[in-house]
């Protein structure tokens, strides 16, 4: 990178990442510089009166510690003289995600022919980059290649060819509340492992008037179930959003609705699962591992356990979500980009990057010292092995933000309806 490469925060799947970006001065070789620390703590703003989506008004507050969220500080307002505004959410692009592209200082990169050389990219954009030849596939020639976990590889796989190196990625468990389980009479024999137990436990949790699980009214927490009777979004190149196996999943999400038993977070006063989780609102909440970072920050006395999400009808589900790093196709330093990432993706490196930053590490080679590391989280990486992720299309994120809108009234909508729409608009990207 002859130099001149620095490295800036820009977290996509956790607090104290950061990307490279070419400077005009010379800088040391590989200079790395990042701020922030494990947890997310050092990413909280406040909220507007309004939420990301204009719909209802809420009292300038100060917002729990969410990494998935990309926020911008703006000029003074509120409590404390800060403001924030949500840009982009980075786990998936938020509820409104199709709007989720690259930074702006990247897009223009590519527009003036000076990208970066290294950046990150995340999996909706993708498939965008790789069909307009903005970036280089260079996967096969890291010697640590067959390291990664092969679901992660597919995310960042165009056309048959694996692109770029995951970067660290999450999945989604089970977070429990240790103190509502067991005012409830519940133990860890109780601990749900597949459908009929988490409606049993769900029951017994709701019974005191508390809500016994939340997630957020998207594909991003629901096609875990969808997953989980069997179902995904692509098979074999082909659209399968309407499948028996997805209307099961998301009938059986219905179900407990109807019961009481789900709520979504907004409907309990609360941002997302992490908050309502932490402020004891709900019971359980279905979140990825980044919610660890928060509650720590946040609501440190809240004692909880994470889990496998319980199984469905046909076996084990759960999704990842994941960033890579992109290299420019046009790179004038592609050799010492390609060492770089390697360098980046080595055990040591990753291992070092769990632990400062709390994120898991994309190289299966250290699954079990990282479970060791942090058994108190080993559920979110025993996920890794049977984990869906975005599929790897050109506009799938258009598709999903209409699909997460349509899920906002899973209620009292019917599944198949909502599939059978998703599947015509999945259909219509699909080459």
Sequence with gaps: ???????H??????????????????????????????????????RHDR????????????????PHRLLRRGRDEGRRGRRCRLVGDLRHGGR????????????????ANSAPDIFYVGTEAFAGLAANGSIQPYVDQLANKDSFYPTLIESFTYDGTPYCAPKDFSTLALVINDDLWSAAGLTEADYPTDW????????KLSAGGTTALTFGPEWHRMGAFMAQAGGALVEDSAAVVDSPANVEGLTYVKSLMEAGLVKYPADIGAGWGGEAFGTQAAAMTIEGNWVVGALQNDYPDVPYTVVELPAGPVGKGTLQFTNCWGIAADSDS???????????????????FAKEFGVMPSVSTVADQWAAEFPEQAAFIAGAEY????????????????????LETLATSDPGTIL?????NLEAILP
Excluded: K, Y
Aim: hydrophobic share 30%.
């Design 420 to 424: 059978t729409s998703v599947q015509g």
């Design 96 to 111: 409104g995600a199709g709007r989720l592209r690259p930074q702006p200082g990247v897009a223009q990169g590519f527009a």
């Design 1 to 7: 990178m002859n130099g001149d490469t620095d490295v």
């Design 387 to 406: 984990a869906q992720g975005v599929p790897p299309v050109e506009g799938v994120s258009d598709v999903l933000a209409d699909f997460n809108a349509q």
């Design 51 to 66: 939420d990301h989506r204009g719909r209802r008004r809420r009292r300038l507050r100060r917002r729990p510690g969410d």
């Design 9 to 46: 925060p820009h977290p996509p799947t956790g607090p104290g990442d950061h990307r490279l970006r070419r400077r005009a001065r010379p800088r040391r070789l590989w200079r790395i510089r990042v701020r922030g620390r494990r947890g997310d703590g050092d990413r909280r703003c406040h």
């Design 334 to 352: 592609s050799a010492e980009a390609i060492n770089l990432v390697e360098f980046l993706t080595s055990d040591e490196q990753q291992m070092t």
């Design 196 to 203: 009929a137990g988490l409606q049993s436990v769900a029951e």
